[in-house]
């Protein structure tokens, strides 16, 4: 790990300058650190100063009528025991039980988790200079590629690792970024890219903004939401896929549903559910979805079993809901 | 080299203050500079749970955090377990159920074990396993962990 400065401000218009540093110098957002550890442990970043943002109190989760509010330094273990957010949010809730282990959640926040990096295993190693690190070469394309995506992929292939994004995108939350010409808001599902939008990010913000809040509109009345996700390692583990679902039934029909896979495409994947609503949801019906959501994925040498395996997210998280 | 900085923490029930670079983790303090070496480096990524310490009570992986970013707060290591009347339970117990060979998980599964034990006196098996997804045994297939466990909060809620 190279050597950096720690600066601990507590004021957020403050922010935006101590990001921004002459060209050759750098720094970077620390909230719980999490990722930010594993990328300098790796070197796969050498800041000269990390912008702590734990000391602007951003850690707070304020529900209202209209939704709930939450601060982007709250730590994923705030989330699991928050009551309110387990009944009406539930989605996120389990999204965030999923992350990691306990030990992580106690100190990784929801806004690391939405903007921590991937897992591509040549974009960690120091020693692979692949396409997202400048090089010249995906070395997923023809390598080991298991954990890779099947969807939205190229140039690059990496799946977003986030499990709370595609929770948060089905409850249709926004988030808020500050930077230096003040805040903007943008929905959760804008606020990712694919590699063949932006090769070098993965998110839609800039080294000199920060995110401050994620917002969650009062789910309509009869709403339920899950999140489901599928493990290689049963005790803590990225998502070989998983889904967010969150639909609203009446009188035996779906009025809405929304359905976000993570884990098999550079961004969580939303899917264009539109066809159930209307429909009395049968597993039928839902299976048939499952096959179009799947139908363009385009599966590497190692990794086809995600198709399958989406499918069953897909079919199970919505009938978990029925 | 970046400026060292002074931090003022707890740990153990007694003030410590040390200084330290930024980019130094709370494990390097500990077992480099404190002498506290109980807490274990395993994978030193977040993998493992071996450099488990509670910070303000709640359990982490002392190697995913800055040694800095404790200014002011509260740090219990394994060394603050025991007592000078003498092992806590789950020592003894994790003693008695032969729940370790090598050892080196051992320090960072009794520091969650307790976290668990002081916020639920009698966790389910389920419970106890699930809270302690978070820490790797390579040695004892875990069994004899989730008993020792076990029987330590039934002495203890005995007591
Ligand atoms: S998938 Fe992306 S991060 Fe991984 S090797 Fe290819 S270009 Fe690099
Ligand atoms: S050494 Fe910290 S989790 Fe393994
Ligand atoms: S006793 Fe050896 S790792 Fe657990």
């Not at chain 1, 509010?69 to 009406?88: C, F, H, N, P, Q």
């Not at chain 1, 990496?158 to 970024?177: C, E, G, N």
């Not at chain 2, 707890?10 to 983790?25: D, M």
């Not at chain 2, 500079?33 to 990524?45: H, R």
Request: aromatic share 6%.
């Amino acid at each position: 790990m190279n050597a950096f400065e720690y600066v601990n401000p507590s004021n957020l218009q403050d922010v935006p300058q101590l990001l921004s540093q002459k060209r050759d110098r750098k720094s970077v957002v620390m909230a719980g650190g999490i990722d930010l550890l594993g990328e300098l442990k790796d070197n796969l970043i050498t800041p000269d100063r990390l912008v702590n943002i734990k000391a602007l109190d951003l850690r707070y989760i304020r529900h209202s009528k209209e939704g709930v509010r939450m601060g982007a330094t709250t730590t994923l273990s705030d989330l699991v025991s928050d009551e309110e957010i387990v009944k009406t949010y539930t989605a996120l809730a389990e999204a965030a039980e999923s992350v990691a282990s306990l030990q992580i959640r106690n100190v990784g926040t929801i806004g690391g988790n939405l903007c921590q990096r991937p897992r591509c295993w040549y974009f960690r190693g120091e020693e692979f200079h692949c396409l997202k690190k400048g090089g010249h070469k995906c070395f997923a394309v023809d390598g080991e590629n298991k954990y890779h995506a099947v969807m939205g992929g190229g140039p690059c292939h990496i799946v977003h690792p986030s499990d709370t994004a595609p929770a948060l995108i089905a409850l249709h939350a926004t988030i808020k970024i500050h930077g230096p010409n003040g805040e903007r808001t943008v929905p959760a599902a804008d606020f990712f890219l694919l590699p063949m939008e932006n090769l070098y990010q993965e998110t839609v913000v800039h080294s000199n903004e920060v995110v401050t809040e994620i917002f969650i509109p009062k789910p309509k009345a009869g709403t339920k939401s899950t999140y489901l996700k599928f493990k290689e390692k049963g005790s803590m583990d990225f998502a070989l896929a998983a889904a967010a679902v969150a639909l609203r039934v009446e009188g035996g029909v779906c009025k809405d549903v929304q359905v976000v896979l993570g884990g098999v495409a550079p961004k969580p994947w939303q899917a264009d559910a539109s066809a159930l609503v209307g429909q009395v949801v049968t597993e039928e019906r839902v299976v048939a979805f499952a096959n179009t959501v799947l139908k363009d994925a385009a599966p590497l040498r190692d990794n086809a079993f995600k198709v399958t395996l989406s499918k069953t997210m897909i079919k199970r998280g919505v009938l978990a809901l029925v | 080299m970046a400026k060292k900085v002074h931090v003022t923490t707890t740990i153990n029930g007694e003030e410590r203050e040390f200084l330290c670079e930024p980019r130094q983790t709370l494990l390097e303090v500990l077992r480099d500079d404190l002498d506290l070496t109980g807490t274990k480096e395993g994978c030193s990524n977040g993998n493992c749970g071996a450099c488990s310490v509670l910070l303000g009570g709640k359990v982490v992986d002392s190697c995913l955090v800055m040694a800095v970013e404790t200014e002011g707060q509260d740090i219990e290591t394994i060394e603050g377990v025991a007592s000078p009347e003498g092992l806590h339970p789950l020592q003894q117990k994790f003693l008695e159920h032969a729940a370790l060979q090598c050892g080196i998980c051992t320090p960072g599964f009794i520091v969650a074990a307790k976290a668990l034990l002081e916020k639920e006196p009698n966790p389910s098996e389920e419970r106890i396993r699930l809270y302690l997804a978070g820490n790797l045994c390579r040695c004892t297939g875990y069994d004899k962990i989730v008993r020792a466990v076990q029987d330590a909060a039934a002495v203890m809620s005995k007591a």
